[in-house]
């Protein structure tokens, strides 16, 4: 085959625009076509409307150490939560546990028309992520996206979202937080008793006549020195019968005493941990900053009929296109050959 035969088949040589001239009049047929076949499709696409409600994450900090711990200068109630943050709201706002509150409140099976399906579970979810989203933005907020036919629904279903979200996190933190609470109140009042225990052994040594050992002694052994060099005898007996009581009992009032005194301040802290244990599961922070809830929208988002029309068509065109150049190639190779 010669070079002039071959530059024929070359399709660089091919003059797209004179090609397109030439065949203007099937690429019209086919554009006009795919403009009204397009058109009829899309209006039997099912028209849905968009609420978005935008979610700040709070910090993750409990009540009692937000609120009640000194010296906490990072801690702020009004703190924004970190990228950390945004990645654990998304997975809650992701979680089984908050889609099937969605899901049961607003009886989706059988808004979607899905019950007497053959996998209803399965189109359920599969319809529940196509209409609902989350989008984390680049200011570390998320976006909830809902779609529905049902403008109504597209809002409330965004703005339950957005509170379900603070109960999930409740009910999470809150069965931690009642087990901690559980574990410090016992502990506390164990203690509460001991130290009852270690005030009632005291009373009962005072009563002995035991109320501080060191003072005492040194009181009673330099009256007992006194009693000694001015021979009073009676003086003598009665002292020594104390400093007896006092030898016999002053290492236990010394003992129970220093053992009361560390406790006292171990009741102190746990008092503290009680109270900061207790207010975590009687009062609860949400969990979001809410920028913008959700509204029914005046007019739909979707399809965009110009949109769907303008590509399908533009595709249609530029593949029939493809398919005139290639069935003119074939023909003009078949001719040479």
């Not at 007996?237 to 171990?266: C, I, M, P, T």
């Not at 005046?298 to 399809?303: G, L, T, V």
């Amino acid at each position: 085959m010669s070079s002039t035969n071959k530059k024929s088949f070359d399709l660089d040589s091919i003059s797209i625009l004179d090609f397109i001239s030439k065949k203007k009049k099937p690429l019209i047929i086919v554009i006009i076509i795919g403009m009204l076949v397009s058109t009829i499709v899309s209006f039997f696409i099912d028209y849905k409307y968009k609420s978005t409600v935008i979610l700040f994450p709070a910090s993750n900090s409990s009540v009692s150490e937000v609120l009640l711990t000194r010296n906490v200068a990072s801690k702020d109630i009004l703190t924004f939560g970190e990228e950390e943050n945004v990645e654990q709201m998304i997975q809650i706002l992701k979680s089984e546990k908050l889609k099937s509150k969605i899901i049961n409140k607003y009886d989706l099976l059988n808004h979607y028309k899905l019950a007497d399906s053959k996998y209803p579970q399965t189109l359920l979810a599969n319809k529940y992520n196509d209409n609902i989203s989350f989008i984390r933005t680049k200011y570390l907020s998320v976006k909830i996206e809902v779609y529905d036919k049902d403008r109504e629904y597209a809002s409330n279903i965004a703005n339950d979202i957005s509170a379900f979200y603070d109960s999930v996190m409740t009910s999470m933190h809150k069965g931690r937080a009642i087990k901690a609470f559980y574990i410090v109140e016992k502990e506390f009042n164990k203690l509460g008793e001991e130290i009852q225990t270690l005030q009632d052994s005291l009373k009962t040594l005072e009563k002995l006549g035991v109320f501080d050992f060191e003072t005492q002694s040194e009181v009673l052994n330099r009256a007992y020195s006194t009693a000694i060099l001015s021979n009073n005898k009676k003086a003598e007996a009665k002292l020594q019968k104390k400093l007896d009581v006092l030898a016999d009992y002053g290492s236990a009032h010394v003992a129970v005493s220093n053992l009361l005194e560390y406790e006292l301040l171990r009741y102190s802290e746990l008092k503290g941990k009680y109270s900061e244990a207790k207010v975590n599961i009687e009062q609860d922070l949400p969990y979001k900053f809410i920028v913008s809830r959700a509204y029914p929208a005046e007019k739909q988002s979707y399809p965009i009929r110009w949109v769907i029309i303008l590509v399908s068509t533009f595709s249609l065109a530029f593949l029939s296109l493809l398919i005139l150049i290639l069935f003119d190639l074939v023909k003009k190779k078949s001719n040479l050959d």
